[in-house]
T-cell receptor, first 111, second 113 residues
């Protein structure tokens, strides 16, 4: 079983739609859960960071963590063309342990 | 969030030459920085963990003599690609931790001709 699973299939949505992305993980030691947005030819940008189960909201973005099911989600409300990017989920155990990444989801928001 | 600055953002070099990439944490100190390589449409591949004042830890399959890492201060780590070849052409990204959050540099696109 892979440590992190993220379906990399491209996702196209019309402007204004809700984007729903998710990742599953197998390592129970993961304590920190992150979502990154990466535009083409740029470094990843930290979007959401959380360490507990439940929802965390920041503007149009909501991160959801379910530790019991080892499942995290990212929701983008009222999607905009500027949200078109690749979204990566990431996990780590704390300290200076390495990040474990999903493969990334390419999202295209169509005007 | 914290800022990690990486330079240059892109570089073209001739085969056989060396290229140095800098990664700086601008508003925090980072005892550990990470260097990644990313191929088109793929996720980030960890190359090495850079520790301030000590030797870097390289991932399996990464040549330490080819990819020299120096972490001379709490705010600066450098990656030098030595004797570059076209197959070294890639997107290189550094990362540093601020607490438990990880921030990335802008990335460096290296093209070896």
């Amino acid at each position: 079983q892979k440590e992190v699973e993220q379906d990399p299939g491209p996702l196209s949505v019309p402007e204004g739609a809700i984007v729903s992305l998710n990742c599953t993980y197998s390592n129970s030691a993961f304590q920190y859960f992150m979502w990154y947005r990466q535009y083409s030819r740029k470094g990843p940008e930290l979007l959401m960071y959380t360490y507990s189960s439940g929802n965390k909201e920041d503007g149009r973005f909501t991160a959801q963590v379910d530790k019991s099911s080892k499942y995290i989600s990212l929701f983008i409300r009222d999607s905009q063309p500027s949200d078109s990017a690749t979204y990566l989920c990431a996990f780590h155990q704390g300290g200076n342990n390495r990040l474990a990444f999903g493969k990334g989801n390419q999202v295209v928001v169509i005007p | 969030g914290a800022v990690v600055s990486q330079h240059p953002s892109w570089v073209i070099c001739k085969s056989g030459t060396s290229v140095k990439i800098e990664c700086r944490s601008l508003d925090f100190q980072a005892t550990t920085m990470f260097w990644y390589r990313q191929f088109p449409k793929q996720s980030l591949m960890l190359m090495a963990t850079s520790n301030e004042g000590s030797k870097a830890t390289y991932e399996q399959g990464v040549e330490k003599d080819k990819f020299l890492i120096n972490h001379a201060s709490l705010t600066l780590s450098t990656l030098t690609v030595t004797s570059a070849h076209p197959e070294d052409s890639s997107f290189y990204i550094c990362s540093a931790r601020a607490g438990s959050e990880a921030f990335f540099g802008q990335g460096t696109r290296l093209t070896v001709v």
